[in-house]
């Protein structure tokens, strides 16, 4: 994937501009949600830009971690025909719900991004 060339102007002097270089994807589902807005009496842009790429950096190494985890049938037939397959609900589950707080602070990047005051 391409990087991503941001520029944020909000809580800086005219024509400041704060360059920031990330390889996050350019398409995601988009989802609804209120973002922060970028103003003089707010939070720096700098600084909400900081919080939410390092949250989504570590959701996405938390879902590489996940994804490493040896995950084999072989540990659960000995709890019986079933546990395989709650295992792999329970593990699908989770995978889920990590992607969707991947995708709430990826909108909220993009969200940031296209703020341009």
Not at 30 to 49: K, R
Request: proline share 6%; charged share 20%; glycine share 4%.
């Amino acid at each position: 994937m391409d990087s991503l060339q941001i520029a944020v102007i909000g809580a800086m002097p005219p024509n400041d501009y704060l360059p920031l270089t990330t390889n996050k994807p350019t398409t995601k589902t988009t989802m609804n949600i209120t973002a922060p807005t970028v103003h003089l009496n707010g939070t720096p842009a700098t600084d909400l830009w900081a919080g939410y790429e390092a949250a989504y950096d570590a959701v996405r190494a938390a879902q590489d971690a996940l994804a490493k985890i040896e995950f084999n049938a072989r540990d659960y037939y000995v709890q019986g025909p079933e546990a395989w397959n709650k295992a792999l609900n329970h593990r699908i589950e989770q995978a889920s719900a990590l992607r969707q707080v991947e995708d709430y602070l990826f909108q909220h990047l993009i969200e940031l991004q296209q703020q341009k005051k």
